[in-house]
T-cell receptor
Framework: GESVGLHLPTLSVQEGDNSIINCAYSNSASDYFIWYKQESGKGPQFIIDIRSNMDKRQGQRVTVLLNKTVKHLSLQIAATQPGDSAVYFCAEIFTGGGNKLTFGTGTQLKVEL | GAVVSQHPSRVICKSGTSVKIECRSLDFQATTMFWYRQFPKQSLMLMATSNEGSKATYEQGVEKDKFLINHASLTLSTLTVTSAHPEDSSFYIC??????????FGPGTRLTVL
């Protein structure tokens, strides 16, 4: 469940289950969205992206859903594995605004064996 | 894929000293690099946009005289934290832009100011 203060929201799942990580973005004009995975002490790693003219995109074991009406993104990870344990960030870009990435708050995914 | 390196990976310094962090694109050229700061359990916050051959663009609230950025070549940007204080302790991450939408991130530099 969610925590407040300096704690990231945490999602705990059993190995093999599907994970759904949610993100609310801030700028209705954003037209490109990316999910990143960040392991402890490392830089963000690209997972999957989606443009605003799409509502769903699938990769290998991952799916991103975009709901522009409510400014919501989700990342679905199928058959979650221990190696998926990390912090996941969504990021948005408004390509008409300098192409700067704005990151969401992040979710800690913990995969339990 | 494109590789971005940072050096050093960790640095500990005394309060009042300056620290330089390097960001290199190893197998591509990047006219634009970005510098982010990340405090524990928090998200990445953009500090500045580094443009090769021109002055960096700083985000609101980031002191340009404290965080000096130099982008002297198409493969190297440096961030110098001047007169560092304990509150500057953080994880500093750079990224290099490959095209309009794509940035590759470095592995980060952990700065600890005593």
């Amino acid at each position: 469940g969610e925590s407040v203060g300096l704690h990231l929201p945490t999602l705990s799942v059993q190995e093999g289950d599907n994970s759904i990580i949610n993100c609310a973005y801030s700028n209705s004009a954003s037209d490109y969205f990316i999910w990143y995975k960040q392991e402890s002490g490392k830089g963000p790693q690209f997972i999957i992206d989606i443009r605003s003219n799409m509502d769903k995109r699938q990769g290998q074991r991952v799916t991103v859903l975009l709901n522009k009406t409510v400014k919501h993104l989700s990342l679905q990870i199928a058959a979650t594995q221990p190696g998926d344990s990390a912090v996941y960030f969504c990021a948005e870009i408004f390509t008409g605004g300098g192409n700067k990435l704005t990151f969401g708050t992040g979710t800690q995914l913990k995969v339990e064996l | 894929g494109a590789v971005v390196s940072q050096h050093p990976s960790r640095v500990i310094c005394k309060s009042g000293t300056s620290v330089k962090i390097e960001c290199r694109s190893l197998d591509f050229q990047a006219t634009t690099m970005f510098w982010y700061r990340q405090f524990p359990k928090q998200s990445l916050m953009l500090m500045a946009t580094s443009n090769e051959g021109s002055k960096a663009t700083y985000e609101q609230g980031v002191e340009k005289d404290k965080f000096l950025i130099n982008h002297a070549s198409l493969t190297l940007s440096t961030l110098t934290v001047t007169s560092a204080h304990p509150e500057d302790s953080s994880f500093y991450i750079c990224s290099a832009r490959v095209n309009t939408d794509t940035q590759y991130f470095g592995p980060g530099t952990r700065l600890t100011v005593l």
